[in-house]
Structures are given as structure tokens and as C-alpha cells.
């Protein structure tokens, strides 16, 4: 009768309210049976859901902050306003049967203000006072004792004027008033040891000249910056070298008006450019950051595509990590749902049973991991590097990002469930009664199979979309690739674990003797339970090898292209502000110097269209003196001629980027200098070292009116012996200049990119650490669940008279059998995008560290083991 009454037999009739409510109470009874007798598979459910769930708030706290991440307030801190030229970038373009659509960047170098804006700020309503405010990267010598040895610090050079914007006040001594004096502040003083009346030697592009420290001032409210020189503001106007424009304009307003009305006010007395096609911008309150950080907007714009590109390969592996758990955890349950079904409980009462069990499981875990991802969301926000941009955690971040993962986690787990327990639920109650023996369901439905084929077949297309792309195209393609076999395997599972089994079977069963019968035995049984298996470790070793290999193939190739590109055999190199104006032209007239070139640093913009939609993409650029390359650097001319790259209108251009853009030697190419002049330079030359020396070169002359600081980064030498006698004889022609080194040349110093960054060394983390951590322990808790469902199977073994040794040794080799094929298979589906991609980008094979893919290998075997032995040894006995 309990039976009847649990399985929905009422006395109401089929359609009436008290047969609907006795359903509902059938299911929930089911449901409270089912979570007390199967705690082990649910304690494995749970702690699946909680960390996947914890990885996935964390990525949303992380993104959340990033989003509402704005550049700090210090230099500018006492100002009410400050007037900056705009530093956005627009390109409209018209994607194919679609609107016109907008792109838009942020300019890494500097726009500049008419000077005469000034004056136009300091008449507007309201306004109490205007300062020019420029900045010049300055180095300070640092006496280091009496053996006549310096250091060097490097600060930065503003006029006394601009102190206000701070505010900075006099502690000590009195304001500059003569070219050769200046204020240091408090800091600086520390540093230097300087005090009113020292004599400090400051070099600030040209030769290092003396000055008289005059006074000490430190900023009013803390946080004031970096290390500060104050001059007069004729003297700092002549040393920034731009006497016509201004970097910002600030403006302190008068008392009483408020912030709004002094917005108002300039946006009237302003012009509407400010200096050649670039708007004016009037900054207040927090926006005023952006003047003091230029290009900080510009990199959160960097990083955020690439930190949401992760985070939805995130929530596809934590959702098909749940799917797969879930699911297992249903199958191995079939046997019981199926001798339900033939006493008599309806199709509607499983699944409501089943899925009340998934939904408490799923929102108690994400519950519990919505609390884990604050404390890991932190911890991968420390991990990023932002360069100066703080990311704050607004109150209310936390408890949306919990209620995301609730939502995310809790809504598809149910779904799940009753798809996994569908084959049994739809059967018949005497077609249910010959299933009630079967441990789980035989091979996967007609709609799974035809769903993995189709993904299968679209992650290969898509791979071989990528060797007609190049760039970020291929990139997206070969994720995309990967993304969709990822997924085929996993519903594929049961018929590639059948094909792994026919190429592995043998060598275990010739191997391992009676254990080996046995391990390839229950494998052919149970191609579902094997695939299960299979599909995390698949999973791990596809998103580890593609994060991995990916970025090392480019980096490996870029580091090819830029040593065999290098002829200097000595580098100059300088203080963060950069070398002396005239430091190139010193090392030229040295003795044993055959060749000299200075290498300025800056970046242009390319306004394109990928796919039909507009793009603005930032490419970092080389400046160097056409005369002197071909005795220090070789970017391996395959048409044109680089004598010819001089004067402001000229660039060479990589190879692939010039059949990307569809032009050759000859033809012209627009582009956006780094603070968005607009020009069209021609072709002369065309090269292949792209990947190590960066897609474009430029004159040297032609970047140095369009950076922030127009001095080079290095200075590559090529010398007639490259001995000690010529090494002596450059170091003599720098001595005047402080904080000048000179050594080796080596390929990171031409490599447009540096080989390590802080920005790529946390997203590998992130990626890999953090992310691959759970893929980890995702095969722990799919083996650990598949196992305890064998509890049954293996007292079995050791009652017809295996050993407990004999089934630790057949445990073990099913461990070997389920490493070996998802190594296998995963690094298959990881080749299928890569070896495309790093065609098309690097023009090599991808590349992976032996020792990194054995560390990979060596934590799936370990993770494989603790999830099959664990609970294996303790169930076989």
C-alpha cells in the first residue's frame, strides 16, 4: 500500500487536484529515498557543482571589476577640471546586410591641446584659475659615495605652476625662479639626500646639466605620484619641446561652483578641436584619471576581450563538467528508475523526482560555490596586471556575481537530469521490468549521436577555415574548433571510447595477464561508463594543450624571427624616460663603430574590417634610421628596398599583413599614428620577420612629432670586431650621460614584444592554473562517481574468487587504459585547431614544451588514479 500510495495511486481520479498533489508528494518522497541512499554519488554531484560554480563567479566578480575599473585621481587631484584633447578613435563601416556600425579605440600616445587654450580656459564663467600642464620624463643623478660612482632615479618634470593641480606645498626653501633651479618633492629629496641649496644633476633629453634644489614641497592629500621635479614654467616648456600644445589644461574653479556649471562653462569657451581633428574633452570628478593615464582605457579595452573570451570558454567547461556528472550520475541509476517504472510510479513522477534531487544538490552547491568565488574572484583579480588601473569590488559586485552563478548553475542542472534519466522514464512498465537488471543504457540516442557528428564535422570546418585566415581570425576559428570537437566528444563519448577500446584493449589484455582480461572486458561492457571517463580528461588536456601551445608556438616563433634578424652585437639602453636626444649620434663617431641605430617605440592604429564589421586594431611599431639597418637589424627584405624608408611619408610593412591588406611595394596605406594623425604612407619595402620585428616599420622621423616622449628606447651598435677595445670605446663616448648602460644585444631587444609580460604570465594562470585545476578535479569526481557505482561489480569480482590484488591490478589498468586514450584523444582535438592556426600565424608546427606536456600528463595520470583508487580499493573489499 505504501508502495501504491508513493507511486501516485490515490483516490483521486488520474486528472483531479488531490491525484496531482499526490504525485507531487510520490516525487518528493522518491527524491528524499534517493538522496539518503545514494550519498556518495551525490556528495561527488555536489562538490563538482560548488567548484565549478565557484570558478564561474569568480570570472563574473573578476569581468565586473574590470568593467567598472576607472584610472585613479592623483596628479590632478586639487583640480576641479581638467581639459584634454579626446583620446578616442571611431571607424564606422557598414557590415555586410546590416547598419552601419561604429569601432572605437583609445590612442596610446598623448593628444596634445593648442596652447592657446589656456588662456580661452582661464576666461571662461567660473574660473579662478588655468595651468598648462606638461609632463617630461627626467632622470636625477644619485652621488653613491666617494668612489666617484652614480645611480640614477627617474622622475617626472612639471613646471612649479602645475603644483596647484595637486596640490603640492612648500615644506622647505622657496619656489624656482631662475632656469637652473628647481623643486624637488619630499620623496625625491629622501632619495637623492638633496635638501634647499644642493646642487642635483638632471639630464632630460639632451646632456646632463646641474641644477639648484631651491625648495622641498610635499603634495597635500596622499598618493601625489611618481617622483617630481618642479621647474619654471619657461624652463619646463623648453625641455618638453612642443612649445606651441599643451598635455592637459587644469582648471581650479572658483568657490562655490559647482561641477556641472564649470562643465558647462568650458564646454563654451572652449574650441571644438583641440589641435589639428581631435575633439575636447572637459573631465570632472573621477573621469579626470583619464588625463593622467592615457592609455589605461586603452589596455582595460585590451584585456577584456581576452578575459571574456575565457571566461565563456569557463562557463562551457563548468557547464560541461555539470552535464557530464549529472548525467553519469542518472545513468548509474538506471537499474532502480527502471524497476520504478514496472511497479507502477509514471514517467512524470521520475522525472520529477530525479529532478527535485539534481535541483537541491545544484543549489545548495552553487550556493555554497557563490560564497568560494568571492575569496577566488579576489584572488584572480590580484593575479591581473593593469598597469595602474585599479580594479575596485563595489558592494554590490559580490552578490550579483552569486546570483549569476546561482542562475547559470542551478537552471540547467534539472534539464539535465531529466534528459540523462529520458530512456528509462519513456519505457513501458513491462519493457522497464527486462531493464531493471541493466546497470545503465546502452548506446546514445539517435538525437545525441547525429548532434556530436554535426559538431565534429563543424570544429573541423572551422579549423580549416583558420588556414585562410590570419591574425585575431584565426585565432576565433581555432577556438571555435576547439570548442565544438570539446563538446563532440563528450557526446560521443560512448563510440570513441569503442574505438579506443579496439586500439588499447589488446596491449591490456596482453599485458596484464587475468587483470588485463578483466579491465578490457568490463571496457567493452560499459562503452558508455568508458566514455564517461574519457570525456574530462579530454577535456583537460584539449584546454590545457590549446592555451599552452598556442601562445608558445607564436612566442617561440617570434623569438626565431627576432634573433635572426639581429646584426648589432651591442645594445645602449637608458633610463625609463628613455636615452639622451643626442646619445645615437655620440655612438656613431666611436671608434669600431660601423653602424648606430636609435629604436623608437610607439604604436598605430589600422582601421579595417574582419568579417564585414569594422575593426581598430593597435600594432606596436618600430621607428628606426634607415642608413643604419642593414649593419644592425635584418628584416629579411623580400621586395623593395629599405634604403628607401626615410622621411615622414614612407613605411615597410610584414609580408603576410601587406597580402592581408591587399598591397605591395608602391601602393599606399593609411593609418592613425599613436596620437591619431591620420596619414597615408607609402610601401617601399615588404619583409618577413613580422612576428619578431611587428607588422610595420617606420622612419624614425616620422613617429618622434607623435609620441609622448621622443626619445629612443635603444640603441643597437654594430662594431668592426665586437670585442672589449670597441665595447671600451662606445661606454666613453656615453659618459657624460647618467643612467646610460651598455651590453650584449639580444633578441628581446628588437622583439616588438617583450617575451614575457606581467598581463600574458597571469591570463596563463588563470587559464591554465586556475581553470585546468578544475578540469582536474572534474576527472577526479567523474571517476570517483563511476566508481563507487561499481561497488556492486566489484564485490562481485572478489566473491567468484579475485584477489584483492588482482582487482587493484585491474583498477590500475583501466586507470592506464582511460589516461592513455584521453591523452591521447585530447591532444588530438587540440591539434586539429592548432596545427592550422599556427600555420597560418607562425608558418610552424605548434609548439609545446616536453617538459609542460609531461607535467600535464603526469597530473592527469595522478588525478585519474586518486579518482578511480580512492574509492576502488575500499569498494572491492
Known amino acids: 500500500m505504501r508502495t501504491g500510495d508513493a507511486c501516485g495511486r490515490g483516490r483521486g481520479r488520474p486528472g483531479s487536484a488531490e491525484a496531482r498533489a499526490g504525485a507531487r508528494r510520490a516525487s518528493a518522497f522518491l527524491a528524499r529515498r534517493s538522496l539518503r541512499a545514494h550519498r556518495r554519488a551525490w556528495a561527488t554531484v555536489f562538490v563538482a557543482v560548488a567548484a565549478a560554480a565557484a570558478l564561474v563567479g569568480a570570472f563574473a566578480l573578476v569581468l565586473g571589476s574590470l568593467l567598472s575599473a576607472r584610472p585613479p585621481v592623483a596628479r590632478h587631484a586639487g583640480a576641479d577640471a581638467v581639459v584634454v584633447a579626446d583620446q578616442r578613435v571611431t571607424y564606422t563601416a557598414k557590415p555586410w546586410g546590416s547598419e552601419p556600425t561604429t569601432a572605437e579605440t583609445y590612442l596610446p600616445e598623448r593628444v596634445r591641446l593648442d596652447r592657446s587654450v589656456v588662456a580661452r580656459a582661464a576666461a571662461a564663467k567660473g574660473v579662478a584659475k588655468a595651468v598648462a600642464d606638461d609632463a617630461v620624463p627626467v632622470t636625477v643623478a644619485v652621488g653613491t659615495g666617494g668612489g666617484g660612482a652614480r645611480g640614477t632615479v627617474s622622475a617626472v618634470g612639471r613646471s612649479w605652476e602645475s603644483a596647484a593641480l595637486t596640490p603640492y606645498r612648500l615644506t622647505a626653501g622657496h619656489a624656482p625662479g631662475a632656469p637652473d633651479e628647481m623643486v624637488v618633492d619630499r620623496a625625491l629629496a629622501t632619495a637623492t639626500g638633496s635638501g634647499p641649496g644642493t646642487r642635483l644633476t638632471v639630464q632630460a633629453g639632451g646632456a646632463p646639466r646641474p641644477y639648484t634644489v631651491s625648495g622641498v614641497a610635499e603634495p597635500v592629500r596622499r598618493g601625489g605620484g611618481s617622483l617630481v621635479v618642479f621647474f619654471t614654467e619657461r624652463r619646463l616648456t623648453a625641455l618638453a619641446g612642443h612649445p606651441g600644445t599643451v598635455d592637459a589644461v587644469g582648471v581650479i574653479a572658483e568657490r562655490g561652483v559647482p561641477a556641472e556649471a564649470l562643465r558647462a562653462s568650458l564646454g563654451a569657451a572652449l574650441p571644438d578641436r583641440a589641435y589639428g581633428d581631435r575633439a575636447v574633452r572637459v573631465l570632472t570628478g573621477p573621469e579626470r584619471g583619464q588625463a593622467e593615464h592615457v592609455d589605461a582605457l586603452g589596455l582595460r579595452g585590451e584585456l577584456l576581450p581576452l578575459l571574456a573570451s575565457l571566461s565563456a570558454t569557463v562557463l562551457m567547461v563548468a557547464l560541461l563538467v555539470i552535464a557530464t556528472t549529472i548525467s553519469q550520475a542518472v545513468h548509474q541509476r538506471c537499474g532502480e528508475l527502471a524497476l520504478l517504472r514496472a511497479v507502477g510510479a509514471t514517467p512524470r513522477q521520475l522525472r520529477s523526482a530525479v529532478g527535485r534531487e539534481v535541483t537541491r544538490v545544484a543549489g545548495a552547491a552553487s550556493v555554497l560555490g557563490g560564497l568560494g568565488a568571492i575569496p577566488l574572484g579576489l584572488f584572480l583579480r590580484s593575479l591581473l596586471t593593469t598597469d595602474g588601473l585599479p580594479l575596485p569590488v563595489p558592494v554590490w559586485l559580490p552578490f550579483a556575481a552569486g546570483a549569476a552563478v546561482v542562475a547559470l548553475i542551478t537552471l540547467p542542472a534539472r534539464p539535465v537530469a531529466v ?129 599552452l601551445s598556442a601562445g608558445s608556438t607564436l612566442e617561440r616563433a617570434a623569438d626565431r624571427q627576432a634573433a635572426a634578424a639581429l646584426r648589432a652585437d651591442l645594445v645602449v639602453t637608458g633610463p625609463a624616460g628613455g636615452l639622451p636626444d643626442d646619445a645615437a649620434r655620440a655612438v656613431r663617431e666611436a671608434p669600431g663603430v660601423t653602424a648606430a641605430t636609435g629604436v623608437l617605440r610607439s604604436t598605430v592604429v589600422l582601421a579595417r574590417r574582419e568579417l564585414g564589421h569594422p575593426e581598430l586594431v593597435r600594432f606596436p611599431v618600430l621607428g628606426v634610421t634607415a642608413g643604419q639597418l642593414p649593419g644592425t637589424l635584418d628584416p629579411r627584405v623580400t621586395s623593395g628596398d629599405l634604403a628607401d624608408l626615410t622621411g615622414r611619408g614612407t613605411v615597410a610593412l610584414g609580408r603576410d599583413r601587406a597580402a592581408d591588406l591587399d598591397v605591395g611595394t608602391g601602393d599606399s596605406v593609411a593609418l592613425r599614428l599613436g596620437d591619431g594623425t591620420e596619414v597615408r604612407l607609402r610601401v617601399v619595402a615588404l619583409y618577413e620577420r613580422a612576428l619578431g620585428l611587428g607588422e610595420f616599420l617606420l622612419p624614425r622621423e616620422a613617429l618622434v612629432g607623435h609620441v609622448q616622449a621622443p626619445r629612443d628606447q635603444r640603441i643597437l651598435v654594430r662594431t668592426a670586431d665586437g670585442g672589449a677595445a670597441s665595447t671600451a670605446a662606445v661606454r666613453r663616448a656615453l659618459a657624460p650621460y647618467t643612467g646610460v648602460r651598455v651590453r650584449a644585444a639580444t633578441a628581446d631587444d628588437v622583439r616588438i614584444a617583450p617575451s614575457t609580460s606581467g598581463r600574458d604570465d597571469a591570463l596563463v594562470v588563470i587559464g591554465v592554473g586556475v581553470v585546468g585545476g578544475f578540469a582536474l578535479l572534474a576527472v577526479v569526481s567523474t571517476l570517483s562517481l563511476i566508481t563507487a557505482g561499481r561497488a556492486a561489480e566489484l564485490r562481485l569480482l572478489r566473491t567468484v574468487g579475485a584477489g584483492s590484488r588482482q582487482v587493484r591490478r585491474t583498477l590500475v589498468l583501466e586507470t592506464g587504459l582511460v589516461t592513455v586514450a584521453g591523452l591521447a584523444i585530447g591532444t588530438l582535438v587540440a591539434a586539429v585547431p592548432l596545427v592550422p592556426f599556427a600555420l597560418s600565424t607562425a608558418g610552424s608546427p605548434p609548439y609545446l614544451s616536453p617538459v609542460r606536456y609531461g607535467v600535464l600528463a603526469l597530473a592527469v595520470l595522478v588525478a585519474a588514479g586518486l579518482g578511480t583508487m580512492r574509492r576502488g580499493s575500499s569498494g572491492g573489499r
Not at 546497470?439 to 579549423?463: F, I, K
Not at 570539446?486 to 589488446?506: D, S
Open 419 to 547: 534528459l540523462a534519466a529520458g530512456p528509462i522514464t519513456r519505457l513501458r512498465p513491462a519493457a522497464a521490468l527486462g531493464a531493471a537488471g541493466a546497470p545503465e543504457p546502452g548506446e546514445p540516442g539517435r538525437v545525441r549521436t547525429v548532434a556530436g557528428t554535426v559538431l565534429a564535422l563543424a570544429g573541423v570546418g572551422a579549423a580549416g577555415t583558420a588556414t585562410a585566415q590570419s591574425g585575431q581570425a584565426a585565432a576565433v576559428a581555432a577556438s571555435g574548433a576547439a570548442t565544438s570537437l570539446i563538446i563532440a566528444v563528450a557526446l560521443l563519448g560512448p563510440w570513441i571510447a569503442r574505438v579506443a577500446l579496439r586500439v588499447l584493449g589488446g596491449p591490456v589484455r596482453r599485458l596484464g595477464g587475468a587483470s588485463g582480461f578483466l579491465a578490457a572486458r568490463s571496457a567493452a561492457a560499459h562503452h558508455r561508463r568508458l566514455g564517461a571517463a574519457i570525456t574530462p580528461v579530454v577535456l583537460v588536456v584539449a584546454f590545457v594543450c590549446v592555451q
